[in-house]
């Protein structure tokens, strides 16, 4: 398996600008999240899904934010307008039921927003 | 207070040194991960454990849930092995999946 790939690698992008960060998970897994890493405040929960279905959002920073899985295999976290303090790596990660199983994480997205 | 604290925040060792790195949460759990973050940036999930001691190569896991307390243990360090580690809980308080995550010990083993 290829693991879990996230697309881009790195995105530079002008302030106000749309981003759309991409994740494909694990073929079989039904848990995706989204995590966000910044020196100030770590790794944090965005938000996740089961089964397609988003189930947490609560670590959604404000309503510029937004994820959507439209099937099993793609989700998207899209920032819109960006924000210079949006800038931080982007991970997404998968799993089998639920937090019952180890994580799987993707490479991560590093964004900056200049 | 954060919920998840590690302990020691940097790590230098020789090659070839056991390690010990220590993590104390202050809420009841479902599960701990142990997790690895190299230079480069991607992270894998070493252990996730909810009782009892794990073992992969020379990675050690335990847990003392009395103690609210987890240990993560390298033997035979090598170069190699210099990375972040992680420990993440996730709370069995609330629902939900949330993981609460420590700020991570950075271990550098030198050759």
């Known amino acids: 398996d290829a693991g879990v790939i996230q697309s881009p690698r790195h995105e530079v992008t002008e302030m106000g600008q749309e981003v759309t960060l991409r994740c494909k998970p694990i073929?079989?897994?039904?848990?995706l999240f989204w995590y966000r890493q910044t020196m100030m405040r770590g790794l944090e929960l965005l938000i996740y899904?089961?089964?397609?279905?988003?189930?947490?959002d609560s670590g959604m920073p404000e309503d510029r934010f937004s994820a959507k899985m439209p099937n099993a295999s793609f989700s998207t976290l899209k920032i819109q307008p960006s924000e210079p303090r949006d800038s931080a790596v982007y991970f997404c990660?998968?799993?089998?039921?639920?937090?019952?199983?180890?994580?799987?994480f993707g490479n991560g997205t590093r964004l900056t927003v200049t | 207070k954060n919920e998840v604290e590690q302990s020691p925040q940097n790590l230098t060792a020789q090659e070839g040194e056991f390690i010990t790195i220590n993590c104390s949460y202050s809420?009841?759990?479902?599960?701990l991960h142990w997790l690895q973050q190299h230079p480069g940036g991607g992270i894998v999930s070493l252990f996730m454990?909810?009782?009892g001691k794990k073992k992969h190569g020379r990675l050690i896991a335990t847990i003392n849930i009395q103690e609210k307390h987890s240990s993560l243990h390298i033997t035979a360090s090598h170069p190699r092995d210099s990375a972040v580690y992680i420990c993440?809980?996730?709370?069995?308080?609330?629902?939900?999946?949330?993981?609460?995550f420590g700020e991570g010990t950075q271990l550098t083993v030198n050759p």
């Open positions: 990660a998968s799993s089998f039921k639920g937090m019952g199983s180890p994580l799987h």
């Open positions: 073929s079989g897994h039904n848990s």
């Open positions: 899904f089961n089964n397609n279905v988003p189930i947490d």
């Open positions: 809420v009841g759990i479902s599960a």
């Open positions: 454990l909810s009782s």
């Open positions: 993440a809980v996730r709370s069995s308080e609330t629902s939900g999946s949330r993981l609460t």
